[in-house]
């Protein structure tokens, strides 16, 4: 039952998007690499070189709110 409320609310969230909030953290290495973690618990990969790699680099020890919504329109 427990296993259902959770598929149930993560399908929720896949289509009204979702916000992460906490603490941005990497080593050097893992911010060069383009791995980053927010409060330990949210793993984010970016494309070292990326517009989005420049931006999480220049944040790591920061809290930092990152949101994913689904773009309307598109398929």
Same mark, same amino acid.
């Given at each position: $039952? !427990?296993?259902?409320? #959770?598929? !149930? =609310? #993560?399908?929720?969230?896949?289509?009204?998007?979702?916000?992460?909030?906490?603490? #941005? =953290? !990497?080593?050097?290495?893992? !911010? +060069?690499? =383009?791995?980053?973690?927010? *409060?330990?618990?949210? $793993?984010?990969?970016?494309?070292? &070189?990326s517009?989005?790699?420049?931006? #999480?680099?220049?944040?790591?020890g +920061?809290?930092?709110?990152?949101?994913? *919504?689904?773009?309307? &329109?598109?398929?």
């Open positions: $039952m !427990a296993v259902t409320v #959770l598929l !149930a =609310g #993560l399908a929720l969230a896949a289509q009204q998007g979702f916000t992460v909030r906490g603490r #941005l =953290g !990497a080593t050097d290495q893992e !911010a +060069q690499e =383009g791995y980053f973690a927010i *409060d330990g618990q949210t $793993m984010i990969v970016v494309k070292p &070189g517009e989005a790699h420049a931006y #999480l680099r220049s944040r790591v +920061q809290r930092v709110r990152i949101t994913i *919504d689904p773009e309307t &329109g598109s398929e």
